[in-house]
């Protein structure tokens, strides 16, 4: 039989029970790295909007990890349990919490979007960025922060500050773990030649730059439970391919290794390593095609994020077999109930809460 949008995914013994997840999506929010009503109320009311998934936001593993000062962070017990009330009204909604576990490298010490998204200067709050080479995120402003490219004993903090934030994320009840891989963050510049000329055995070769993006994979698998799903976001394409860049080909080759390292899902983004970057185009489902190349060359389900924006097309994605798993951004900042009115469109009967039942029948 073909699966449509409201057919349940299991990976491992998690069953998810629909096929949209809200997309990780920054709110900048957070009080020193701590949730806010905000969170709850912004991930909760998705929840009650009925997606299988709440992704929640790109969470920062360390302090100096963060995009902004307003990011999520899970880098102390307090601040994952600022999650867990938020965590525990997604699972009452039946939807499937999940965090993404992140460090911005050296995109990192930003401001706000709205306060004009620059670089904050060390004099005035910001913070050294740490990236895999000493080469600072060329900012669109003209400022830059400085960036330390990390030695030995930075990568194995790097990579323990993932377990203890997965620890933390599994304590406080989320369900799954989303590792950040994508739009030139940390993991991403590992694996990009436009950002990694290391000598040693993380850069140069493709096996070399994946090296640290797999091993964090690893870390991360080895303290989630063998029950519970880790997804890994990747961009599929730096969107530079007139230099040495991340293309779709490599990211057909990393998609069954990071299988290996424990990945059971590879959500397909794309872009993000440098403002550079020539995006051809960015209509309705413009990185569908990425992840359905994805899609052929692993075993792991594989999740579609990009110009999601309707029931239609989200269900076809699925019947089609193009993805496992619609993932749908800015739609869900228009619509928080996204997925029961696609059930409504698409003539599928779903529960709805309870307290908006009068609100179902039109
Ligand atoms: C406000 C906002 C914040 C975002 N924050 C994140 C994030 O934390 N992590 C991430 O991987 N992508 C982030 N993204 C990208 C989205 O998850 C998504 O991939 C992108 O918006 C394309 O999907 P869409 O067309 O459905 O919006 C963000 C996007 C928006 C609009």
Same mark, same amino acid.
């Given at each position: ?12 013994? &998690? ?25 709850r109320v912004h991930l909760g009311s998705r929840a ?46 039946g939807a499937i919490p999940g965090i993404q576990l ?26 050294? &960025? ?13 400022? &830059? ?29 989320? =369900? ?126 594989? =999740? ?24 749908? =951004? ?25 307290q908006y039942e009068r609100g179902r029948f039109r």
């Amino acid at each position: 039989m073909t699966d449509s949008l409201f057919t349940p995914l299991r990976l491992r013994g &998690t069953e998810i029970p629909n096929r949209v997840m809200v997309s990780p999506m920054c709110q900048y929010s957070a009080e020193d790295g701590f949730a806010t009503e905000w969170h709850r109320v912004h991930l909760g009311s998705r929840a009650v909007g009925g997606a299988g998934v709440v992704m929640a936001e790109a969470t920062a593993v360390s302090p100096t990890g963060r995009i902004s000062p307003g990011d999520l962070g899970i880098w102390s017990a307090d601040r994952a349990d600022a999650l867990s009330n938020t965590v525990e009204f997604v699972r009452e909604q039946g939807a499937i919490p999940g965090i993404q576990l992140a460090h911005a490298g050296r995109k990192a010490s930003v401001e706000r979007p709205w306060d004009g998204g620059g670089p904050i200067p060390e004099e005035a709050g910001g913070w050294e &960025t740490l990236a895999p080479s000493a080469n600072p995120y060329p900012h669109p402003e003209g400022d &830059t922060v400085p960036t330390r490219a990390m030695t030995r004993d930075d990568l194995d903090r790097v990579t323990a500050q993932f377990r203890l934030a997965a620890e933390r994320a599994r304590d406080a009840g989320f =369900g799954i773990a989303e590792i950040h891989l994508a739009h030139g963050y940390l993991l991403h510049e590992f694996l990009s030649p436009v950002t990694n000329d290391r000598d040693d055995e993380y850069g140069g070769s493709f096996e070399n730059r994946a090296r640290f993006p797999l091993e964090v994979v690893e870390a991360v698998r080895e303290v989630w439970p063998d029950d519970q799903p880790v997804f890994a976001r990747i961009s599929a394409t730096d969107w530079l391919p007139d230099r040495p860049s991340w293309d779709l080909d490599d990211s057909a080759r990393l998609a069954p290794l990071l299988a290996e390292a424990g990945a059971d899902l590879i959500d397909v983004s794309s872009g993000g390593i440098h403002p550079d970057q020539r995006v051809p185009e960015s209509g309705p489902g413009y990185q569908v095609p990425y992840a359905e190349r994805v899609n052929e060359a692993t075993d792991a389900a594989v =999740g579609a994020v990009g110009g999601i924006t309707t029931a239609e097309q989200a269900d076809q994605l699925i019947r089609n077999g193009r993805a496992d798993l619609a993932v749908v =951004g800015r739609e869900h900042l228009r619509n928080p109930y996204f997925t029961l009115e696609a059930a409504h469109e698409l003539g599928v009967d779903v529960d709805w809460p309870k307290q908006y039942e009068r609100g179902r029948f039109r």
